[in-house]
């Protein structure tokens, strides 16, 4: 594994360097996780895209007065989440703004025709719901959570996520990408992250790229993260998510992270993170593919047959077919994973509540991975 002094060193290592230090990333990827691939066959469910931050990259986020401002009703969800069996899904990411009904009225008034006083209520009501009346797996990406709320949320969800994107408190000044948003305070992500830990909750996380950090606050996020993992186990997958320039943001005129940039990454953090960790990149720039394997990714993330990519709408998810000839051309397999990766089912007992893991029993083979394939 690379030291920190290693990995600053890696933003300035010439073409050449790079090209050896990613096959090294491969090599380890290939040692720890064989010639196979994964994705997660999914559908989004933005339980709301209401939130009181406001992040200069995000068109996600609708405020109240916007025709498009809403909190999806339990039938609509559940249309979605039923369409979503029937193709052959397995996995429902829960998606929110974080917290709305603390800065909006509108918010609090929507939530209490529903019968719920925050959108954690009503989150935990919909993963149940999830589980009484489909096959389906929730995954559950709701931002900051308290310690009170993972506690509530582990029995009816078999993973949590949350992007940590950076550790750095200069991006939360005036100008900055995280200026006016009070749950990317770094420290309380992090606490977030410590939280699952403690509650051994099998947890998604990752770092955005190209939001205005430097390399060296890229460098000590990924450490966060790793550290936090070793005490805990907990930390199933890291995404390295590059940023894209949306028009309406305020960062609309912000450079994007070009394949270099992003290859560099992908190769830091599969060289620092502890090997038993998942590195994951967005599967829908198929331009990247090769560069990406070639770099240690080992997963896909989440692919959906029928829902769009809410925070990155303009880019549509490949076809599950497509990206399996572009993984096979470069000589790795496709396969479909759960929501939960097949370590944490080795200790049900730790990781889930006895209804899950009895759950988990019918739709996993002997490897963890999807009994039904969908490749």
Not at 93 to 116: V, W
Not at 249 to 277: F, G, K, Q, W, Y
Not at 299 to 316: K, L, M, V
Request: negative net charge; hydrophobic residues 40%; proline residues 6%.
């Amino acid at each position: 594994m690379l030291t920190r002094p290693e990995a600053l060193a890696l933003d300035k290592a010439s073409s050449q360097e790079l090209e050896s230090l990613s096959r090294r990333a491969a090599r380890l990827r290939d040692e720890h996780w064989g010639k196979t691939l994964t994705y997660s066959r999914k559908v989004f469910v933005p339980l709301t895209n209401m939130c009181r931050d406001d992040c200069g990259y995000c068109t996600f986020v609708q405020k109240p007065g916007s025709p498009n401002a809403r909190i999806m009703t339990p039938d609509e969800v559940m249309a979605v989440v039923r369409e979503g069996e029937r193709l052959g899904c397995k996995e429902v990411l829960f998606s929110l703004g974080e917290k709305p009904e603390q800065r909006y009225p509108e918010a609090r008034e929507a939530l209490a025709r529903l019968g719920h006083v925050s959108m954690i209520d009503y989150l935990i009501e919909m993963c149940r719901r999830v589980l009484d009346e489909t096959s389906l797996l929730p995954h559950v990406n709701a931002g900051t959570l308290s310690n009170e709320e993972v506690a509530c949320l582990k029995p009816v969800s078999v993973s949590m996520g949350m992007m940590l994107e950076n550790i750095s408190r200069r991006l939360l000044q005036r100008g900055q990408a995280h200026y006016a948003c009070p749950d990317k305070v770094p420290v309380l992500r992090l606490r977030t992250l410590e939280r699952a830990g403690r509650h051994e909750v099998p947890f998604t996380t990752g770092i955005l790229i190209g939001i205005g950090e430097t390399w060296e606050e890229r460098v000590d996020s990924l450490l966060a993260i790793n550290d936090l993992h070793r005490r805990h186990g907990h930390v199933q997958e890291v995404i390295v998510q590059n940023f894209r320039a949306k028009p309406g943001t305020a960062m609309a005129n912000h450079p994007e992270p070009d394949l270099d940039d992003m290859v560099r990454t992908l190769v830091l953090a599969r060289l620092t993170l502890d090997p038993s960790i998942s590195l994951q990149a967005p599967p829908n720039l198929a331009s990247r593919f090769a560069a990406y394997i070639g770099a240690g990714i080992n997963d896909w993330g989440g692919i959906s047959p029928i829902t769009i990519d809410h925070i990155n709408p303009e880019r549509a998810w490949p076809q599950i077919e497509a990206l399996r000839q572009a993984t096979a051309r470069c000589g790795y397999g496709l396969e479909e994973r759960l929501a939960i990766y097949p370590r944490y089912l080795e200790s049900p007992e730790r990781f889930l509540s006895t209804s899950l893991a009895a759950r988990l029993d019918d739709i996993s083979r002997d490897d963890g991975l999807a009994l039904q394939q969908c490749v």
